[in-house]
């Protein structure tokens, strides 16, 4: 008996038990898997996407605020007396294909996914018993949307991280609104409302993120947050590996949680000490879908890839949002957008994936171009094409070898790099897509500081056989990279 009992304290001392405070919560490592992934995709989808206007703060614009276009909205397009909760049965997702979903996020190359379950409207995506009459199963799509998206994922891209995104408050539950009245000395929406959920959500179906929203109003000792993660961390079935980030409480944001948010589409554009994540939008100013949105409210390409650079540069990952349709479509052009974000990583994932940042974050000479590094390399991200073919980096001194990423055939053109010395390279003409990643082996950084982002000319200004010529000049300091291409 003595020998079991002392096992079983060595097993109860081998275990991190964390406390229901801030410091303890605090000190549990983040799970390697979330900084690795770098690249993740956010689904904004509710009943905001039948009405389709304005933005998912639809209901909160209209009767809370009482914004005049709202308002004009809904008296020229639906009958008198028309309520929010009559916009649901149109919320019918009658062509939500979740495998299709996941095949989409599979070719994003995306690592993790994030599906808001239940934002400020309440309404959950799931057959909560919390939540009745208003939830996607009760009314609306039938259905169990969660649990569909969380098989499809699982099953077809089994690499991709599943999370959810979760509200703590409703703007117009009345348990929550007689709370707010008590000035937050009653918990009763807390304790009957939103752990109950949370609890459920996360036995259910075992999200990998957990990704709070709504907190803002209360501190976090009326939303018990400290409680639930000690639980989360210590007894849920994701406990070794969830991630959890930093919306638990007024006051709290930017300064707990598993990674940092700050605000939303954060990007500091500088290294930060701790974890972070910049959950940004494909449509500029919304993030769920808007049926009225113009072709220039949508991020390019190339806009989408700058913001990825200086966000992993920066220590970063970036959680690129979409807004489905209530019939349940990914918008064909945030499709476009994702597969077009899939197509650059598969050339130049390895400055991307599990890559960390360098000594500088961008160069000190040359404007748009970020670093990013793994073991002994250094990846410089180079978001336009170079002028007259020359390349000159201020960050970087000399290198032993420099490679665009691709390109690995002895028959392609040559690269020539020149700084004090001239080495060689690889470079094919024409095909890399967007943002140039090469990785520099064995450098020697020079300079002090950050440079600017400037704003770069475009993706496909790769230069055409006319004007491939041997480019021979003199520069003053930094690396010097000259780009010799042969004919054909």
């Known amino acids: 008996?003595?020998?079991?009992?002392?096992?079983?304290?060595?097993?109860?001392?081998c275990r991190a038990q964390y406390e229901p405070?801030?410091?303890?919560?605090?000190?549990?490592?983040?799970?390697?898997?979330?900084?690795?992934?770098?690249?993740?995709?956010?689904?904004?989808?509710?009943?905001?996407?039948?009405?389709?206007?304005?933005?998912?703060?639809?209901?909160?614009?209209?009767?809370?605020?009482?914004?005049?276009?709202?308002?004009?909205f809904m008296e020229k397009n639906y009958r008198p007396g028309f309520t929010y909760a009559d916009f649901a049965p149109g919320f019918t997702a009658e062509f939500f294909e979740p495998e299709e979903w996941a095949s989409v996020f599979n070719a994003s190359g995306a690592r993790y996914v994030v599906l808001t379950s239940k934002h400020h409207e309440g309404f959950t995506l799931w057959p909560s018993?919390?939540?009745?009459?208003?939830?996607?199963?009760?009314?609306?799509?039938?259905?169990?949307?969660?649990?569909?998206?969380?098989?499809?994922?699982?099953?077809?891209?089994?690499?991709?991280?599943?999370g959810l995104y979760h509200s703590l408050f409703e703007?117009?539950?009345?348990?929550?609104?007689?709370?707010?009245?008590?000035?937050?000395?009653?918990?009763?929406?807390?304790?009957?409302?939103t752990m109950p959920e949370l609890y459920e959500l996360v036995n259910t179906y075992q999200p990998e993120v957990i990704w709070s929203d709504g907190d803002w109003e209360a501190h976090d000792t009326y939303w018990n947050s400290t409680g639930f993660l000690a639980w989360l961390f210590?007894?849920?079935?994701?406990?070794?590996?969830?991630?959890?980030?930093?919306?638990?409480?007024?006051?709290?944001?930017?300064?707990?949680?598993?990674?940092?948010?700050?605000?939303?589409?954060?990007?500091?554009?500088?290294?930060?000490p701790h974890k972070w994540e910049n959950a940004m939008t494909l449509d500029k100013n919304s993030w769920g879908y808007r049926r009225n949105a113009p072709l220039g409210d949508y991020l390019s390409i190339h806009d989408l890839i700058t913001t990825l650079a200086q966000t992993i540069s920066c220590g970063g990952n970036l959680l690129v949002n979409v807004g489905p349709t209530h019939e349940g479509?990914?918008?064909?052009?945030?499709?476009?957008?994702?597969r077009q974000l899939g197509s650059w990583l598969d050339v130049?994932?390895?400055?991307?994936?599990?890559?960390?940042?360098?000594?500088?974050?961008?160069?000190?000479?040359?404007?748009?171009?970020?670093?990013?590094?793994?073991?002994?390399?250094?990846?410089?991200?180079?978001?336009?094409?170079?002028?007259?073919?020359?390349?000159?980096?201020?960050?970087?001194?000399?290198?032993?070898?420099?490679?665009?990423?691709?390109?690995?055939?002895?028959?392609?053109?040559?690269?020539?790099?020149?700084?004090?010395?001239s080495l060689s390279g690889e470079i094919c003409k024409g095909r890399n897509p967007g943002g140039l990643p090469a990785h520099v082996g064995s450098v020697e950084p020079v300079g002090v500081g950050a440079g600017h982002v400037g704003r770069d000319a475009g993706l496909d200004q790769i230069p055409s056989a006319s004007r491939r010529k041997d480019l021979s000049r003199r520069h003053s300091s930094g690396l010097h990279i000259e780009l010799r291409f042969a004919d054909g």
């Open 21 to 72: 405070t801030w410091e303890s919560l605090d000190s549990r490592p983040l799970p390697a898997w979330y900084d690795g992934a770098k690249v993740g995709i956010f689904i904004h989808w509710g009943v905001y996407s039948v009405p389709s206007f304005g933005s998912e703060w639809f209901w909160k614009d209209w009767q809370g605020f009482g914004i005049q276009k709202y308002v004009e």
């Open 234 to 272: 210590n007894d849920s079935p994701v406990k070794d590996t969830v991630v959890v980030n930093d919306r638990w409480g007024s006051g709290i944001t930017c300064h707990h949680g598993s990674f940092y948010t700050c605000s939303d589409r954060y990007n500091p554009g500088v290294l930060q």
């Open 171 to 193: 703007w117009f539950h009345p348990l929550y609104l007689q709370d707010k009245a008590n000035k937050y000395t009653t918990n009763d929406f807390v304790t009957r409302k």
């Open 348 to 421: 130049n994932g390895d400055a991307v994936y599990d890559s960390v940042p360098w000594k500088h974050q961008n160069d000190t000479l040359t404007p748009g171009v970020w670093y990013t590094s793994k073991d002994d390399l250094v990846y410089g991200i180079v978001l336009t094409w170079p002028k007259q073919n020359l390349l000159t980096l201020g960050a970087v001194a000399s290198a032993k070898d420099v490679k665009l990423l691709g390109y690995h055939s002895p028959e392609l053109p040559v690269l020539q790099v020149k700084a004090f010395l």
């Open 129 to 162: 018993r919390y939540s009745w009459n208003w939830n996607s199963l009760d009314v609306g799509p039938k259905r169990d949307l969660v649990g569909d998206l969380a098989k499809a994922v699982r099953s077809k891209s089994p690499h991709i991280h599943f």
């Open 329 to 338: 479509r990914l918008p064909v052009i945030m499709e476009e957008r994702l």
């Open 1 to 13: 008996m003595l020998i079991v009992s002392l096992f079983l304290t060595l097993l109860a001392v």
